[in-house]
């Protein structure tokens, strides 16, 4: 890859930047927003906070209290970052990262009431509703789910049409979200490895998740300067992100991140 001429910026903890640019080989390179999914029960989101423009809030499907949305979404409010919604399966003994057999009217009640709750704390903050992101495993389900994504996608429409939902590419969720004319936002996930077919490696998989800043300044790199992915087999996938998401419990989150940012982002 030739040399990456980045612009100068202003610093990170001072300008909160929601959109990076990028000059390589006389071509500008728009960069993607870096979110993250917070209210988790991780410590240290105080720090995590400058680094990224937007956070996914777990609503009480998989983690979540009163306490806790309130806390994040404080946060937010003190560091100017947008918020959304991060509702899941109601499985938080599997902290909603294992597929549920459940009826759509019972699905429909649990999401209903997560971002509910969700919007009850930002409301009273006076923040406004940024996205709507699936969690874990229904996240991953409605990805390639038609069924799924045909309920999950009308669902949004019903309730909150004019919010932009966070789904994979090339996923079921995407092309239903496409046909019915759903805003949404096309997500990678910066710290995840991905299959030839765009789904994520088995957290299983050894290698799922990347932790240290050089095994994803090497993923990096190829979604943000090639638009392609690198995939577990070394193949490539051509890929378009609008949005960048970060785990808020991967043990490296604070050194990768700082890292990213002053490197790409700046």
């Known amino acids: 890859m030739s040399q990456i001429n980045l612009e100068l910026g202003q ?20 960069l993607p927003e870096i979110n993250c999914d917070l209210g ?15 956070a996914s809030v777990a609503c009480g499907g998989h983690f979540g209290s009163e306490e806790s949305v309130k806390k994040t979404l404080e946060l937010a409010k003190k560091f100017g970052k947008k918020a959304g919604a991060h509702p899941s399966y109601p499985d938080r003994e599997n ?3 294992k597929s549920m057999v459940i009826h759509k009217d019972d699905l429909a009640k649990s999401l209903e009431e997560q971002i509910s709750f969700f919007l009850h704390v930002s409301n009273t903050l006076g923040m406004e509703f940024d996205h709507i992101k699936f969690h874990g495993a229904l996240y991953n389900d409605a990805a390639k789910d038609d069924q799924l994504a045909d309920f999950l996608t009308d669902f949004i ?23 019915k004319g759903l805003p949404h936002r096309l997500e990678i996930f910066g710290d995840r490895a991905y299959l030839e077919n765009y789904q994520l490696a088995p957290r299983t998989q050894e290698g799922s998740l990347l932790t240290n800043k050089e ?23 051509p890929v378009k992100a609008d949005t960048l998401c970060f785990h808020g419990d991967n043990p490296g989150i604070l050194e990768f991140l700082s890292y990213l940012r002053k490197t790409y982002w700046t």
């Open 11 to 30: 610093n990170i903890l001072a300008t909160f930047l929601f959109l990076g640019n990028h000059t390589m080989e006389n071509t500008r390179v728009i």
């Open 40 to 54: 988790e029960g991780v410590p240290g989101e105080e720090f995590i906070f400058p680094l990224i423009d937007t």
């Open 95 to 97: 902290f909603g990262r």
């Open 157 to 179: 429409l019903k309730r909150w049409p004019k919010v932009p939902v966070f789904v994979p590419p090339h996923s079921r969720m995407e092309e239903y979200a496409l046909k």
């Open 215 to 237: 095994n994803i300044d090497s993923h990096l790199k190829f979604i943000l300067f090639e638009s392609q992915i690198k995939t577990v087999d070394g193949k490539f996938i």
